[in-house]
């Protein structure tokens, strides 16, 4: 159904909420047309892209230039619970990217014609020329949320101009003199601005209309040069006035003797007294070839456009290409692309109701960099970066600060202190003597434990078992503080708006993001992966062997973080919107009041032994992770099936316990023990995630020939205090008493 413009404006007058302070336009111009559009040339100005080479260039290299940037969106970040913009270089950015949104699809993809690429270039290629580019939005049945948008000629928008809120509406006029009106939430426009007109924009094709016509000009006149025979005008003189017929004839002749260039540098005959007078200069006296290149030169000024970057190789070098090529994406580039954020921030993304909210448009700028200034801006932040962790601050926030990205530390091995050379005056004293044979007891210990044929099940999980709930426990209270609470208004906002707008059929198709919970899980699963390597390396020295923890990288970590993440937020939004399913769905829907504050009571009541199941899971696995690492980077081990420390041993569990997979030196036993144990617990487990097998390794320790358990212990006892008895120190003038085993 057609609607009125004046029923549009009128309908506006309701509300005054963006009412102006002072009159933008007359009062008769309220429920009207604006007389200040009364000579648009736009349809003009877009012509000139088609008649001039150099504006045709320049046009589709900052359009497709500006279109090729990658676009993404982002949750800002929050500090002190309040919302932080982050825009720009910042080094470990404090947003989280936002990977499923309808605002995202609706960019990428703005209607069945067009990809999002070409949709801006072409936008692009309107702003250049006029100064504007015009998108309509689409919205689907129930006119809630955009669903497309489609890009329109600036010459065919009016904008309505109110005394009272500066904009009332806009006119659309179709191919064929149709007159649509648009409502302001209908219509996305992005000027340059014009000083003297807050409705328009103004484009740098209107400050050079005069050169462009000039280069058309003289480009017509030397094609009408070479229609004309290639001679220069003139006049033909008679010595008497021509009756008509005269007139007619002699023209005739004339055009068809000495017209075109076939008939060029043709000898003419002039009769009666008649002769030729020039009267027109040759096409050297024009010079038209500076001409040119002058409005060339002035054209390029218009956009601020070095000629190296329309392919101009006069007076170009290597050295002021590149920089030009960098001037263009700092001063040229740049610029469009941060006006067509704030556009898509302040007017595209409040379309999307409260789900726009909280989120933001950021580009990824591939055009040239400056690399030696990024390169002197990185080494000035590593240097703040070491000065400030010498200081003592924490590396983590240090890197925030200074904006460099997170990075695992890893232990540096640190150089061997120098043995301390023995005090020739100072005399050992009793208990240097007693530390010595409480070494020899410790070793004995140690030696005791390897000659002994080891146990698997010997092997002491208690600790590991008690550090894995400790820091599941621990992910599990941050993930309900930091992440559960956010999460939940997502899904809540997105039912209240599908309520309202009777689209019950979507509340299968919630969205919730979830990066902010793969950070926090990955971060633990790190730390905990740390944990676990240095107890696989204490296991091993407890069996009298040294071996160097390895822990799992944020690479080998990130997909399963990612994927528990995700799977949890699936779950929340399925139990939200099976839930608001369950009480809208009936005959007589209630307010979306009544549904949300139902679903929200509903979540606030949901158990936390499910997520903190899938949280003990990923910690479970990035423990397996470290310790597959750290028994297999070491010397030769067996590697063994322990579940011991679960409680709960399931039929497939109990068969796999003490079950050995071969040594670490052998790459199928490597890939059995991994295949078994890939991620969290045994593979076959009935438990699934909540398994907390593990493997545990049996290192050999050689002992002499001939020498077995007791024996072997006593030789080395033997040994060391052979060692300790020349330096066995006078007490009182006496010497003390050898140690004995």
């Not at 067996?638 to 041993?649: F, G, H, K, P, Y």
Request: aromatic share 8%.
């Amino acid at each position: 159904m057609v609607r009125s413009v004046f029923s549009v404006v009128g309908s506006m007058f309701n509300k005054n909420t963006n009412a102006s302070p002072i009159p933008y336009a007359g009062p008769a111009n309220r429920a009207g047309f604006s007389n200040m559009f009364a000579s648009n040339d736009n349809e003009t100005y877009m012509r000139t892209m088609g008649s001039a080479g150099t504006v045709f260039q320049i046009v589709s290299l900052l359009a497709s230039s500006t279109a090729a940037a990658e676009w993404r969106l982002y949750r800002k970040a929050k500090a002190d619970g309040r919302v932080r913009y982050t825009t720009g270089d910042q080094g470990s950015d404090q947003r989280t990217e936002v990977l499923q949104h309808l605002a995202l699809n609706v960019w990428n993809r703005p209607n069945p014609f067009y990809t999002g690429r070409r949709f801006r270039e072409a936008s692009q290629q309107h702003a250049e020329l006029t100064g504007e580019q015009w998108w309509v939005i689409a919205r689907d049945s129930r006119a809630t949320f955009p669903t497309g948008m489609w890009l329109v000629r600036p010459d065919r928008m009016e904008p309505i101009p109110s005394a009272e809120k500066f904009i009332a509406g806009y006119v659309y006029t179709g191919p064929s003199g149709e007159k649509v009106p648009l409502e302001p939430n209908e219509v996305i426009c992005t000027a340059y601005p014009n000083p003297l007109d807050p409705y328009r924009g103004l484009g740098p094709v209107q400050s050079v209309l005069v050169d462009l016509d000039a280069m058309r000009y003289g480009s017509e006149w030397n094609r009408n040069f070479f229609i004309n025979g290639a001679q220069p005008g003139g006049v033909v003189e008679v010595p008497t006035n021509m009756n008509d017929d005269e007139f007619d004839q002699f023209s005739t002749r004339w055009r068809e003797s000495h017209q075109g260039v076939s008939r060029a540098h043709r000898v003419a005959i002039l009769e009666g007294g008649a002769k030729w007078v020039g009267t027109q200069m040759s096409v050297k006296d024009m010079d038209f070839s500076n001409l040119r290149d002058q409005s060339r030169d002035v054209i390029r000024e218009a956009w601020g456009i070095h000629k190296a970057m329309l392919g101009n190789s006069d007076e170009v070098n290597r050295a002021n290409a590149v920089t030009a090529e960098e001037v263009f994406s700092r001063w040229k580039i740049q610029p469009r692309l941060d006006l067509l954020r704030d556009t898509l921030n302040h007017q595209f993304l409040p379309l999307f109701g409260s789900t726009g909210e909280n989120v933001e448009f950021d580009y990824i700028n591939n055009s040239a960099d400056d690399r030696e200034a990024d390169n002197a801006e990185l080494t000035a932040k590593a240097n703040a970066a070491a000065v400030l962790v010498q200081a003592g601050f924490d590396p983590e926030a240090v890197c925030e600060v200074v904006g460099l990205p997170d990075m695992p530390l890893l232990a540096l091995p640190q150089p061997a202190p120098a043995p301390k050379q023995p005090d020739p005056a100072a005399a050992p004293t009793e208990d240097d003597f007693g530390n010595q044979a409480r070494e020899i007891i410790t070793i004995k210990a140690l030696a005791n434990a390897a000659a002994a044929d080891h146990d698997p099940a010997a092997v002491d999980l208690s600790e590991m078992d008690a550090q894995h709930q400790q820091a599941t426990d621990q992910l599990s209270a941050q993930y309900q503080q930091q992440i559960t609470p956010d999460q939940r208004q997502q899904a809540l906002d997105q039912i209240r708006q599908l309520v309202e707008t009777e689209a019950i059929a979507n509340l299968g198709n919630l969205i919730i993001d979830y990066e902010l919970a793969k950070a926090l899980i990955l971060l633990a699963m790190l730390a905990f992966g740390k944990t676990a390597a240095k107890q696989a390396a204490k296991e091993a020295a407890q069996q009298g062997v040294t071996i160097t923890a390895v822990a799992p990288s944020s690479v080998q970590l990130e997909g399963l973080a990612e994927s528990t993440a995700s799977l949890m937020a699936s779950e929340l939004a399925t139990s939200a919107g099976r839930e608001a399913a369950r009480v809208a769905g009936g005959t007589a829907t209630p307010s979306a009041d009544v549904v949300v504050a139902h679903v929200e009571k509903f979540l606030q009541g949901l158990s936390t032994a499910g997520p903190a199941a899938h949280l003990g899971g990923a910690l479970a696995a990035a423990a397996n992770q470290a310790r597959h690492g750290t028994f297999t980077a070491g010397p030769k081990c067996e590697l063994i099936a322990s579940e011991v420390r679960d409680s709960n041993t399931c039929p497939s569990c109990f068969e796999i316990d003490g079950h050995s997979f071969g040594y670490s030196d052998d790459p199928d036993a490597v890939a059995a023990a991994s295949a078994a144990y890939p991620t969290s617990g045994y593979i076959g487990c009935e438990g699934g995630e909540r398994c907390r097998g593990a493997l545990i390794a049996r290192y050999e320790v050689q002992a002499e020939p001939g020498n077995r358990g007791g024996d072997d212990l006593a030789v080395m006892l033997k040994k060391l205090v052979d060692v300790l008895e020349p330096s066995a120190p006078h007490v009182n003038g006496h010497h003390h008493e050898k140690a004995r085993a």
